[in-house]
Protein backbone atom coordinates (compact mmCIF):
# COMPACT_ATOMS: atom_id res chain seq x y z
CA UNK A 1 0.00 0.00 0.00
CA UNK A 2 1.89 3.47 -1.33
CA UNK A 3 0.26 6.81 -0.82
CA UNK A 4 1.88 9.77 -1.98
CA UNK A 5 0.63 13.61 -1.82
CA UNK A 6 2.15 16.53 -2.68
CA UNK A 7 2.30 20.16 -3.72
CA UNK A 8 3.99 23.09 -5.21
CA UNK A 9 3.66 26.24 -4.66
CA UNK A 10 5.05 29.52 -6.23
CA UNK A 11 4.57 33.41 -5.98
CA UNK A 12 6.31 35.61 -8.19
CA UNK A 13 7.36 38.96 -6.66
CA UNK A 14 8.42 40.91 -9.95
CA UNK A 15 9.60 39.54 -13.21
CA UNK A 16 12.82 38.91 -11.99
CA UNK A 17 12.16 36.80 -8.18
CA UNK A 18 10.15 34.39 -7.19
CA UNK A 19 9.44 32.06 -4.14
CA UNK A 20 8.53 28.08 -4.25
CA UNK A 21 8.05 25.76 -1.38
CA UNK A 22 6.92 21.97 -2.16
CA UNK A 23 5.68 19.39 0.17
CA UNK A 24 6.24 15.74 -0.52
CA UNK A 25 5.04 12.59 1.75
CA UNK A 26 5.19 9.24 0.72
CA UNK A 27 3.87 6.62 3.22
CA UNK A 28 4.34 3.00 2.20
CA UNK A 29 3.22 -0.06 4.39
CA UNK A 30 3.48 -3.61 3.39
CA UNK A 31 1.04 -6.05 4.98
CA UNK A 32 2.65 -9.33 5.97
CA UNK A 33 4.30 -11.24 3.10
CA UNK A 34 6.72 -14.29 1.97
CA UNK A 35 8.91 -13.95 -0.17
CA UNK A 36 11.50 -17.52 -1.82
CA UNK A 37 14.06 -16.95 -3.71
CA UNK A 38 16.35 -19.44 -5.60
CA UNK A 39 20.31 -19.70 -4.32
CA UNK A 40 21.25 -22.75 -6.41
CA UNK A 41 20.85 -25.50 -8.58
CA UNK A 42 22.37 -29.04 -7.36
CA UNK A 43 24.52 -31.20 -9.44
CA UNK A 44 21.16 -33.30 -10.56
CA UNK A 45 20.40 -30.26 -12.66
CA UNK A 46 16.49 -30.40 -11.28
CA UNK A 47 16.48 -29.61 -7.33
CA UNK A 48 16.59 -26.09 -6.65
CA UNK A 49 18.11 -24.95 -3.04
CA UNK A 50 15.57 -22.00 -1.86
CA UNK A 51 16.37 -19.39 0.44
CA UNK A 52 12.79 -17.05 1.76
CA UNK A 53 11.93 -13.56 3.48
CA UNK A 54 9.09 -13.62 5.85
CA UNK A 55 7.91 -9.72 6.11
CA UNK A 56 5.81 -9.25 8.86
CA UNK A 57 6.07 -5.51 9.13
CA UNK A 58 7.41 -3.14 6.80
CA UNK A 59 6.46 0.52 7.54
CA UNK A 60 8.48 3.73 5.38
CA UNK A 61 7.30 7.26 5.68
CA UNK A 62 9.10 10.16 3.89
CA UNK A 63 8.55 14.34 4.65
CA UNK A 64 10.48 16.38 2.37
CA UNK A 65 9.72 20.10 2.26
CA UNK A 66 11.79 22.31 -0.19
CA UNK A 67 11.33 26.61 -0.07
CA UNK A 68 13.75 27.92 -2.55
CA UNK A 69 14.15 31.70 -3.45
CA UNK A 70 14.61 32.40 -7.04
CA UNK A 71 16.49 36.03 -8.85
CA UNK A 72 17.87 37.31 -11.88
CA UNK A 73 19.89 40.72 -11.19
CA UNK A 74 23.06 42.25 -12.80
CA UNK A 75 25.50 43.61 -11.32
CA UNK A 76 26.99 45.95 -13.57
CA UNK A 77 26.71 44.23 -17.22
CA UNK A 78 27.37 41.21 -15.67
CA UNK A 79 24.16 38.78 -15.61
CA UNK A 80 23.37 36.64 -12.19
CA UNK A 81 20.94 33.88 -12.12
CA UNK A 82 20.71 33.15 -7.89
CA UNK A 83 19.13 30.34 -6.44
CA UNK A 84 18.78 29.99 -2.59
CA UNK A 85 17.09 27.52 -0.10
CA UNK A 86 16.50 25.21 3.01
CA UNK A 87 15.26 21.72 2.99
CA UNK A 88 13.77 19.62 5.44
CA UNK A 89 12.92 15.95 5.46
CA UNK A 90 11.96 13.07 8.07
CA UNK A 91 12.24 9.30 6.74
CA UNK A 92 10.79 6.85 9.35
CA UNK A 93 11.38 3.24 8.89
CA UNK A 94 10.02 0.19 10.64
CA UNK A 95 10.25 -3.96 9.61
CA UNK A 96 10.26 -7.19 11.18
CA UNK A 97 11.30 -9.44 8.64
CA UNK A 98 12.28 -13.56 9.26
CA UNK A 99 14.54 -15.30 6.87
CA UNK A 100 16.21 -18.58 6.30
CA UNK A 101 16.07 -22.03 4.68
CA UNK A 102 12.96 -23.48 2.28
CA UNK A 103 13.18 -27.09 1.50
CA UNK A 104 14.61 -27.56 -1.88
CA UNK A 105 12.14 -28.28 -4.57
CA UNK A 106 12.21 -30.76 -7.65
CA UNK A 107 12.26 -28.31 -10.77
CA UNK A 108 10.34 -30.74 -12.95
CA UNK A 109 8.06 -32.45 -10.55
CA UNK A 110 7.66 -29.12 -7.63
CA UNK A 111 5.41 -29.97 -4.75
CA UNK A 112 4.09 -27.07 -3.36
CA UNK A 113 2.61 -28.39 -0.72
CA UNK A 114 5.26 -29.65 1.64
CA UNK A 115 7.35 -26.81 1.79
CA UNK A 116 9.84 -26.60 4.89
CA UNK A 117 10.38 -23.44 6.18
CA UNK A 118 13.47 -22.99 8.80
CA UNK A 119 14.02 -19.67 9.94
CA UNK A 120 17.77 -18.92 10.38
CA UNK A 121 17.55 -15.05 11.70
CA UNK A 122 15.30 -12.16 12.26
CA UNK A 123 15.52 -8.55 11.56
CA UNK A 124 13.55 -6.19 13.26
CA UNK A 125 14.83 -2.70 13.54
CA UNK A 126 13.27 0.95 13.59
CA UNK A 127 15.15 3.94 11.90
CA UNK A 128 14.57 7.62 11.87
CA UNK A 129 16.56 10.18 9.56
CA UNK A 130 16.31 13.60 9.67
CA UNK A 131 18.23 16.18 7.60
CA UNK A 132 18.14 20.12 7.44
CA UNK A 133 20.00 21.32 4.12
CA UNK A 134 20.99 24.77 3.33
CA UNK A 135 21.79 25.81 -0.77
CA UNK A 136 22.97 28.49 -2.86
CA UNK A 137 23.87 28.68 -6.55
CA UNK A 138 24.98 31.36 -8.73
CA UNK A 139 24.95 31.18 -12.04
CA UNK A 140 27.09 34.03 -13.47
CA UNK A 141 26.70 34.94 -17.22
CA UNK A 142 30.00 37.36 -18.06
CA UNK A 143 29.73 37.16 -21.26
CA UNK A 144 27.22 36.03 -24.01
CA UNK A 145 29.40 32.66 -24.57
CA UNK A 146 31.08 32.53 -21.04
CA UNK A 147 29.04 31.56 -18.34
CA UNK A 148 30.03 30.78 -14.41
CA UNK A 149 28.26 28.22 -11.87
CA UNK A 150 28.78 28.73 -8.22
CA UNK A 151 27.19 26.69 -5.69
CA UNK A 152 27.28 25.12 -2.31
CA UNK A 153 25.31 22.71 0.21
CA UNK A 154 25.38 22.28 3.66
CA UNK A 155 23.25 19.19 5.26
CA UNK A 156 23.21 18.16 8.72
CA UNK A 157 21.77 14.19 9.76
CA UNK A 158 20.90 12.84 12.24
CA UNK A 159 19.58 9.54 12.80
CA UNK A 160 18.90 7.33 15.07
CA UNK A 161 18.45 3.83 14.47
CA UNK A 162 17.16 1.35 17.02
CA UNK A 163 17.87 -3.03 16.55
CA UNK A 164 14.67 -4.49 18.31
CA UNK A 165 16.92 -7.65 17.99
CA UNK A 166 19.45 -6.38 20.63
Do not use: C
Not at 67 to 96: K, P, Q, V
Request: net charge negative; aromatic share 14%; no cysteine.
Amino acid sequence: NTIRVGYDLEHRFSDDWQIRNSLQISSRSAPAFLTGFPTNLQDDGRTLERVFDDTRRFDFNLYLMDTYLEGNFNTGSIEHELLAGIELSRLNFAADIAFGNMSPIDLFNPDYDNTIYETTGVFEAESTDQTLGFYIQDRIEIFDNLSLLLGGRFDILNTRFKDLNA
